[in-house]
Structures are given as C-alpha cells and as structure tokens.
C-alpha cells in the first residue's frame, strides 16, 4: 500500500518556465512533508519541507503547497533551470506519538525532472 | 567533514553470498536508516537505529540484519543474497529535530 504517491514518472519544462511537482498521501498521521532532489549516482539531498500547521513555505525559488483537506503537496519551482534536472521525492513524517516516530519517512516513487535550455 | 559516507560503492554477489555494507558519518548523529531504492519505488526503509547499540525494524527488514555497535558507523549485513536484493542501497542519518542526510549509496547486483 502506497501511502505516499507520485503519479507522474517525468515532467519536462523549458528553461524560465515554472515546474509543478506534485504529491499525494493517504495517511492522515502525517504530520511533515519534505521534498529531496536526487541527481544520478548521488544520494538524495533536503530541499524543502512544510509543516502540517502550514499551507505554504518558500525558500527562494522553491515553494511547497500544502492542502491537507485533499492529502496533496506540490513543489513549485519559479524559475525554472536546467541545474534543476533531476529525481524529485516526495517524503513523509508520521506524527511523533509518544516519540515513537523516530524520524522515520515515508517516500514517494519520485518523479524525473527535465529542464530543457 | 566528510559527512555520510558508504563502503563499497558497488558490489556483484552470487545467490547465497553473504556481505556487509557499512555506513559512516562524522556528524554525532544519533539517528541512522537504511533504505533501498528500486524502480518505482521509491526508498523504502529497511532498518534504523535510535543510537548506540539499538537497532529497529524498518517497512522492509526481511533477508537483513544491522548493527550499530559505534555510534558513528551503521552496517548492513546480507546473510544470503537473492536476486531480489538487486537494489541501490542508500544510509542515512540526522540529529533530533534535523532532517536525514543521504550517503551516496551502494549499488548492489546478485545474481
């Protein structure tokens, strides 16, 4: 069972233009949303995470959407670049209940992102 | 600071082979995980480990075993490879409160 889902394998976008990523989830225990970037034969890397308390947060040309009515996240990135071509991951925290969540993460399929100059 | 670090970077094993992959990092972490990652799967989590000498099952802990006998290294044992363990396999570790940071992976091919 998927409790984390990214239903688009790829996207391609030009140089300039904007990219949304976006993100499913099916457990309302989720309480932290992150996305990480992966380039090939690197490990993933943090670029932005949101609290459930918050519907939106913005880091330079990153911004995380949050609607937790419909369990739905996006990233956006304005403007796009062709540095930004990468694997983007969608990842989710379960509440700390009792702290007995330990961090751990729950993560999407990815989805490939192309930026084209 | 070489951050999280993973030996070896790629391995071939025959089925029934046995190996160890080892993770360190040099940040004091108290948390570590191991995940894999596979086509369309995304990472799944295998084991974790909350600090020295405490180690926990993961979403898929099946065919591995883990030790965390020193807080900075993380291993991850194969008893008997399979096929199905073909996979890139990714450490991870991070201070309370933090988010994980990612080892470069392994990448593992049993055949």
């Known amino acids: 069972d998927q409790q984390v889902k990214q239903n688009s394998p790829s996207l391609s976008v030009q140089e300039g233009r904007i990219s949304i990523l976006n993100c499913d989830y099916t457990?309302?225990?989720?309480?932290?949303f992150l996305w990480y970037k992966k380039y090939p034969a690197e490990g993933p890397t943090f670029l932005i995470s949101i609290s459930s308390i918050k519907d939106k947060n913005e880091d330079g040309r990153f911004t995380v959407f949050l609607n937790k009515s419909a369990k739905h996240l996006s990233l956006h990135i304005v403007p796009s670049q062709p540095g930004d071509s990468a694997v983007y991951f969608c990842a989710a925290r379960v509440a700390n209940a009792g702290g007995t969540s330990y961090g751990k993460l729950t993560f999407g399929q990815g989805t490939i992102l192309t930026v084209h100059p | 600071n070489a951050g999280v670090t993973q030996t070896p970077k790629f391995r071939v094993l025959k089925t029934g082979q046995s190996m160890t992959l080892l993770c360190a990092q040099d940040?004091?972490?108290?948390?570590m995980y191991w995940y894999r990652q596979d086509p369309g799967m995304g990472l799944r989590l295998i084991h974790y480990s909350v600090g020295e000498g405490t180690t926990a099952k993961g979403e898929v802990p099946d065919g591995y075993n883990v030790s965390r006998l020193k807080k900075q290294n993380f291993l991850l044992g194969l008893e008997s490879a399979a096929p199905s363990q073909t996979s890139v396999y990714f450490c991870?570790?991070?201070?309370?409160?933090?988010?994980?940071?990612f080892g470069p992976g392994t990448r593992l091919l049993v055949l």
């Open positions: 457990n309302s225990m989720f309480d932290y």
């Open positions: 991870a570790s991070r201070r309370a409160g933090e988010t994980q940071y």
């Open positions: 940040m004091n972490h108290e948390y």
